[in-house]
């Protein structure tokens, strides 16, 4: 049989392969008439491959010893033979004194505790973990029957993962059951808009980074589903739309945590949604609703966007040296705008493992012609003396005045203040949030250990490849940090220059939604 | 035997026909010409009249902090050698001896202090000065020398307006300099790159006492995290532990002719600059830091 | 040629040092110890002052050739002064012995000490003082693991940056009968925390590594900051490995004690003269921080990738060497322990 998993095979509108329904329709034929064996001839692997253990779409923890190779259709229904191979063999005396529904319940708990036995043996045998395309889908009915077999062997790990290779500080970061999740273990939902799949696989990947980039990306996957959205019968528009998000969404938030702007771009439709006019058609909701979209990504991004950049341009002089960390898209605009304004003026990018996007902002940079220097962040206080601007990019601004950045950003104005060199943090009102935060502990993102791990420029790998081996040493990612309101000179927004402790009359200002 | 007005006179002639001498020199000259004179004929007599003309000199319109350390040390050292048994011309011999060799000591420590300081001084570099020093200038001058270029800035320093004459100074000698007021200190020390100053005393904790000023300059220095150098000779070291600039003697802060009036309403001549605001004092003795000049000053007193 | 004769020894210690043989300060300092030895045992020199004098050119050779490296002329100015102290009890030269009042007149009389009588056993006492300054340079790195147990107690989390030796054993000493948890800075682009790590986890110690980045972040809950230095100004700040100063500043912040551990031949007279620091910092291969797979972009840009940090002597809590801890205000007694004022400027 051919492998499911490749991308050429068609797929139902439930999500199954022909195969697949033709195999459910058998199961439930089964299920009254056990002793029928003439559907083990349909399969033609019969016990050489493991039980796939059924996901949810809830990103259960999946032992990766448990993955086959993706031949789901013929697993699928090897399961099932097999469950009704064990339910003729052993079951068939008793078939005469227990009625069928009964004699299945009883068999199927002996088929499943023969199953557990099989899969864990199988699990020994087999290596390589299961790459799950997009394409395959999952089959959530299959999940119910074999889910109680799959959970008994998955615990023996989940005991262990818990307090290995865990930093007992950030406990409550690492996600349940998971201690790192990757594209491999990627789940598809097929109640989810390709669209959020894509995305989410992006975020997991962490392919698009950075707080703008990602909203822009979730506020335009938004915009396909709205297009594609067809109201079920006897549903209304907006409820139905609300609860096709809110599964999206949900879907979002197991891939990565939200990034605030998204979370307060979010909330602003659902303002829209409820804002909309009930006597319009379907399809007049639909280009209104993608209407607000655009106006609200024209306003609070690009238009804040050049605005800051207008006022940031006004205290940078001719001369300067300007000190930026790592890649933000804010500040990326505001220099190449300083550019062509015709100030002359140096930049130098200070960079930090292990994500390195410093040196994408030093490509682009150098592509607009200005002149830079590139260094890591232990060099910071080398250059601070020579620098005369330190401008920073914001992840979420807090309402104590806290600024919420890249790991790295809160040593930069540290430094700088030391050196008494003005920090400048660039952030647009949108990303402003209510949330209070004095340390970079309770809220935060744990990333890839093995990011920390891996180094690319020197020729010799790292002393810390095996760290997995060993249970006293743990690799820790951050992705984020609180700048404490002290350090910074000035918030520049679209609205005003402000000191960082006037956030919360920004917040007092914004349409209550 | 020299009468008191002949002291004072004498005092006051070096000090006004000899430009580039510093008041402390002055005092200690005055002294070895009191020993010279003789006197009374006895030691302890001798010892009296040393006492007697350090008091004059003091008295005088010139600051006392630098008079009354160096007196106090150059006495010390030269009693320190005399025996009982020697005869008085011996004994006087002695004193003269150890005079010449401290007053020549002194006038090598200018050099030694222009050598350590000069080092800092590095091409672009922008100073700030306060009033006039005459050991600041000659490491300005030395500096130049070298063929570094940089840029001073002196304040005025009301109310002698004493940073004028080294303004006028550095300009003969070809330094580039700016004459700021003394107001413009806060103004001006983020652009600059460190304070050079002098001390008319050094006391025991480690700080300075100083021309009126300093302090501010110190505190200015601190919070913009700019280095703050003290340049001088170690005979300015002093046995006095102000707690703060009420502590400060009488006689330091203002001229012996206001002393007797009421001096609620006088401008005082000095303050006194803590030692957590001086990074390093660089003497003849080599570069201390604050701490050191403990250590530094009980070897010299003991 | 015949200076090459003269100075073979120190040539080759100068070319061991660059071909990166010699990885240690430690290793140095006996190679240096050693060499000394060599010199007074088989040397030609008959009086105090040839030796001296044979000493001091070395010590400028090497300060010529690496002006960075300050342990071995440490070494050597120490030897100077034993030298010194030896010929002087060996005479018994200054009866009256005072360093006071006189020291402003007596300096100018003595500055020239005559060294040039020959004293007969002067150089087996110097062998006997240069053998106790030997077990002194090796049990240096043992004592000071000794005092760990004053400054570590349980349940403490404490950070370090890079790769010391010093510290490493300082923390497995600990380790042995207090629990705590270690946090190490990677310290890019050398990477040196990630070997200092996995020494540590083998020693069974919780071991956490963090990227330079995250130093900010995790501080708040560190207890204590121990670090080793390449070297120790006189006026008590440090020349350490570059991030140093961003961490010290971080635990300034959060007031968290700093301990510097420092064997004493790390204390070294120099002062940093400028804020440029040109005479004070290397730069190394810019490959590690940019590599070259960067392409067209690397004509374009100017990388750097310093080699050291200052660290002002306010941001230090403790220097801990073998004889004990000292504040950094008093880095400058044992400058004058050490050496002698008159080898200070060489």
Request: hydrophobic share 40%; aromatic share 6%; net charge neutral.
């Amino acid at each position: 049989m051919d492998d499911k998993g490749k991308k050429g095979k068609k797929v139902g509108a439930d999500g199954l392969t022909k195969k697949e329904r033709r195999a459910l329709k058998v199961e439930t034929e089964k299920s009254t008439e056990i002793n029928k064996s003439s559907t083990i001839e349909k399969l033609s692997h019969p016990k050489k491959h493991v039980i796939p253990p059924p996901v949810s779409d809830n990103n259960k923890r999946v032992d990766p010893e448990q993955r086959t190779p993706a031949k789901s259709s013929s697993n699928v229904d090897t399961v099932k033979a097999v469950i009704s191979q064990n339910t003729n063999r052993k079951d068939a005396e008793k078939s005469e004194k227990i009625s069928a529904a009964s004699e299945l319940s009883k068999a199927e708990l002996k088929a499943q505790r023969r199953a557990v036995q099989e899969a864990q043996r199988q699990a020994k045998a087999s290596q390589k973990v299961v790459t799950n395309d997009n394409q395959t889908p999952k089959n959530n009915i299959r999940s119910n029957a074999a889910e109680p077999p799959k959970r008994i062997s998955p615990k023996k790990d989940l005991e262990k993962s818990p307090t290995k290779h865990r930093v007992q500080l950030f406990h409550h970061l690492y996600i349940e059951d998971f201690q790192v999740q990757s594209l491999k273990k990627y789940t598809i939902n097929k109640d989810i808009h390709p669209a959020f799949l894509q995305l989410g696989a992006q975020y997991l990947s962490r392919s698009i980074l950075g707080s703008n980039a990602r909203c822009l990306a979730m506020l335009s996957a938004l915009k396909t589903l709205i297009d594609d959205f067809q109201t079920p019968p006897k549903q209304e528009f907006c409820r139905s739309l609300e609860s096709t998000l809110k599964t999206s969404m949900n879907h979002l938030k197991t891939c990565r945590p939200f990034a605030v702007s998204m979370t307060n771009a979010l909330r602003r439709f659902k303002f829209f949604l409820t804002q909309i006019d009930t006597n319009l058609t379907d399809g007049a909701k639909q280009s209104s609703l993608q209407k607000r979209i655009d106006k609200y990504i024209e306003e609070e991004i690009v238009i804040a966007g050049q605005a800051i950049s207008n006022e940031v341009n006004k205290k940078i002089s001719d001369n300067d040296i300007i000190l930026i960390y790592g890649y933000s898209s804010l500040i990326l605009q505001i220099l190449i705008d300083a550019e062509k304004a015709g100030k002359k003026f140096r930049v130098i990018v200070l960079d930090g493992r292990p994500l390195l996007e410093g040196r994408e902002m030093l490509r682009r940079l150098v592509c607009a012609n200005i002149e830079c220097s590139y260094l890591l962040i232990n060099a910071v206080s080398f250059v601070m003396g020579r620098v005369t601007k330190v401008l920073l990019g914001a992840h979420a601004l807090l309402a104590n005045g806290y600024v919420m950045s890249r790991t790295g950003t809160a040593q930069v104005a540290l430094v700088a203040n030391s050196f008494k060199k003005p920090v400048l943090v660039c952030c647009e009102t949108y990303k402003f949030c209510e949330r209070v935060q004095t340390d970079s502990f309770v809220y935060n993102e744990i990333a890839d250990p093995d990011k920390v791990v891996t180094v690319d420029v020197s020729e010799k790998s790292s002393y810390l490849l095996n760290w997995r081996n060993n249970n006293y040493l743990t690799p820790l990612n951050l992705m984020y940090d609180v700048t404490p309101s002290d350090f910074v000179t000035a918030v520049v927004t679209e609205i005003a220059v402000l000191p960082c402790t006037s956030v919360p009359v920004i917040l007092r200002m914004r349409p209550v939604e | 035997m020299l009468s008191e007005s002949d002291v004072e006179s004498y005092f006051l002639n070096i000090l006004n026909k000899e430009n580039d001498v510093s008041v402390s020199v002055a005092a200690i000259r005055t002294l070895m010409e009191i020993i010279k004179r003789g006197g009374s004929g006895t030691v302890q007599g001798l010892v009296e009249d040393l006492k007697r003309g350090m008091e004059i000199t003091k008295n005088t319109n010139y600051p006392s902090a630098a008079i009354t350390s160096s007196c106090e040390l150059f006495r010390r050292f030269i009693t320190l050698s005399i025996n009982d048994s020697n005869t008085f011309a011996q004994c006087q011999n002695v004193m003269l001896d150890r005079g010449n060799l401290f007053l020549n000591k002194l006038n090598a420590s200018r050099d030694k202090i222009k050598k350590l300081a000069s080092q800092f001084i590095i091409d672009g570099c922008r100073i700030l000065t306060h009033s006039r020093s005459r050991v600041v200038l000659h490491t300005l001058i030395e500096a130049a020398q070298q063929n570094k270029y940089f840029e001073v800035f002196v304040t005025m320093s009301a109310p002698d307006d004493s940073g004028e004459r080294m303004y006028n100074d550095l300009r003969e000698h070809k330094i580039q300099c700016t004459l700021i007021t003394d107001a413009a200190i806060g103004y001006i020390m983020e652009s600059i790159d460190f304070v050079m100053v002098g001390a008319e005393a050094v006391v025991e904790s480690g700080g300075i006492v100083n021309k009126i000023g300093s302090y501010t300059m110190a505190l200015s220095a601190k919070a913009m995290n700019k280095p703050f150098y003290v340049l001088t000779e170690s005979v300015k070291f002093s046995r006095l532990f102000p707690l703060n600039q009420g502590d400060l003697p009488d006689e330091y802060k203002y001229l012996s002719v206001k002393r007797s009036g009421d001096l609620s309403k006088e401008h005082p001549l000095v303050d006194y600059t803590p030692p957590s605001y001086i990074t390093l004092l660089f003497t003849d003795l080599g570069i201390l830091t604050p701490s050191a000049v403990s250590d530094e000053l009980i070897r010299l007193y003991l | 040629m015949l200076e090459m004769e003269l100075y073979s020894d120190v040539i080759k210690l100068i070319s061991d040092i660059r071909h990166s043989k010699l990885h240690n300060s430690y290793d140095i300092a006996i190679h240096t110890e050693k060499l000394i030895e060599k010199l007074i045992s088989e040397g030609k020199w008959n009086s105090a002052e040839d030796l001296m004098t044979l000493i001091k050119l070395r010590i400028t050779r090497f300060a010529n050739a690496l002006p960075q490296e300050a342990t071995s002329v440490n070494i050597m100015r120490h030897i100077l002064k034993i030298i010194r102290d030896e010929y002087d009890s060996g005479f018994k030269n200054k009866g009256e012995g005072q360093q006071s009042a006189h020291h402003l007149g007596s300096t100018t009389m003595d500055d020239c000490e005559d060294y040039s009588k020959v004293l007969p056993s002067l150089k087996s006492s110097l062998l006997d003082n240069l053998a106790e300054y030997k077990v002194e340079l090796e049990s240096s790195a043992d004592n000071i693991a000794a005092q760990a147990l004053e400054h570590i107690h349980a349940n403490e989390i404490i950070l370090t940056v890079g790769k010391s030796s010093t510290v490493e054993k300082f923390l497995k000493y600990a380790a042995k009968s207090r629990k705590f948890q270690v946090v190490v800075v990677e310290a890019a682009p050398r990477f040196l925390g990630h070997l200092m790590a996995s020494n540590l986890a083998k020693n069974n110690i919780e071991t956490t590594v963090i990227p330079d980045s995250a130093v900010f972040a995790m501080m708040s809950r560190v207890n204590k900051v121990i670090i080793g230095t390449h070297t120790v100004l006189a006026n008590g700040g440090l020349r350490a490995e570059s991030g140093v100063h961003m961490v010290a500043l971080a635990a300034k912040h959060y007031s968290i004690p700093i301990m510097v551990l420092a064997h004493m031949y790390k204390l070294s007279p120099m002062h940093l003269c400028s804020s440029e620091q040109d005479a004070f910092n290397i730069c190394a291969s810019p490959a590690d921080v940019l590599p070259y797979s960067s392409g067209p972009l690397l004509d374009k840009v100017h990388v750097y990738n310093p080699v050291f940090d200052y660290v002002p002597p306010e941001l230090v809590t403790l220097f801990i060497s073998h004889q004990g801890g000292n504040a950094p205000s008093y880095v400058y007694r044992l400058l004058s322990e050490l050496y002698h004022p008159d080898d200070q400027e060489l």
